[in-house]
């Protein structure tokens, strides 16, 4: 079992920067794929970026390409996700995610599906 638990969202204005946690415990932090995904209101939710197992391999969403930055920290068991040059449309809750079977080195995922298990989310809410 794995349990995820999100941080660091809040109110920020466009063009600001803002990093959110997702704090992992449960099982080998080091043998996991992760992602974030985000839901706006009223939108279904989407894929933003992923890690690979290895931790070499990133993918990110157009949306957020040269803005947002995925890291991992194996001493702390966290998922980072930075986003710099926030815009009011990347206003969602923010969801962490871990696969934790199945998985290939060096590859990214970026469907719901492809995850097992996820977090409760944080609000980052970007106003213009």
């Known amino acids: 079992q794995v349990q995820l638990v999100e941080s660091g969202g809040g109110l920020v204005q466009a063009g600001a920067s803002l990093t959110v946690s997702c704090a992992a415990s449960?099982?080998?932090?080091?043998?996991?794929?992760m992602g974030w995904f985000r839901q706006a209101p009223g939108k279904e939710r989407e894929f933003v970026t992923a890690l690979s197992w290895s931790g070499s391999r990133t993918n990110y969403a157009d949306s957020v390409k040269g803005r947002f930055t995925i890291s991992r920290d194996y001493a702390k068991s966290t998922l980072y996700l930075q986003m710099n040059n926030l815009k009011p449309e990347d206003t969602a809750v923010y969801y962490c995610?871990?696969?934790?079977?199945?998985?290939?080195?060096?590859?990214?995922?970026?469907?719901?599906?492809?995850?097992?298990?996820w977090g409760q989310g944080t609000q980052v809410t970007v106003s213009s």
């Open positions: 449960g099982r080998t932090f080091s043998s996991y794929a």
């Open positions: 995610a871990v696969r934790s079977t199945n998985l290939e080195y060096y590859r990214t995922y970026i469907n719901e599906g492809d995850y097992n298990y």
